[in-house]
Nanobody, 128 residues
Framework: QVQLVESGGGSVQAGNYLELSCAAD????????MGWFRQAPGKEREFVAA????????YYGDSVKGRVAISRDHAKNTMYLNLNNLKPEDTAIYYC?????????????????????WGQGTQVTVSS
């Protein structure tokens, strides 16, 4: 059974830093693009970042560009999201996702419909 498990969320003050992890349990995700999304209360799910299967290509949402970094470790079958200079508007549930329908894709996508596996989410709360 394919499973994605996020960790690393928490409650921090504005300006601080968090590192989120997404561990893939099951068949290897190393040949597929992965991404992070977030959803704040009362808002639609928002694209945060995506990374290619090789790790060589990254893509960021406009609201977080310059403050976050996505990476992956093939040996650990794990993806990471470093969140820097956190703001109260970053408060949301953060989800990792994998696009297992496109083997070694060369084009990253910010469309949540293109990701067919999702984790349960990890809460990030930023206070001012």
């Amino acid at each position: 059974q394919v499973q994605l498990v996020e960790s690393g969320g928490g409650s921090v003050q504005a300006g601080n830093y968090l590192e989120l992890s997404c561990a893939a349990d099951g068949p290897t995700f190393n040949d597929y693009d992965m991404g992070w999304f977030r959803q704040a209360p009362g808002k639609e799910r928002e694209f945060v970042a995506a990374i290619s299967w090789s790790g060589g290509i990254t893509y960021y949402g406009d609201s977080v560009k310059g403050r976050v970094a996505i990476s992956r470790d093939h040996a650990k079958n794990t993806m990471y999201l470093n969140l820097n200079n956190l703001k109260p508007e970053d408060t949301a549930i953060y989800y990792c996702a994998a696009d297992l329908r496109r083997f070694r894709s060369l084009v990253l996508t910010s469309n949540s419909d293109d990701y067919n596996y999702w984790g349960q989410g990890t809460q990030v709360t930023v206070s001012s």
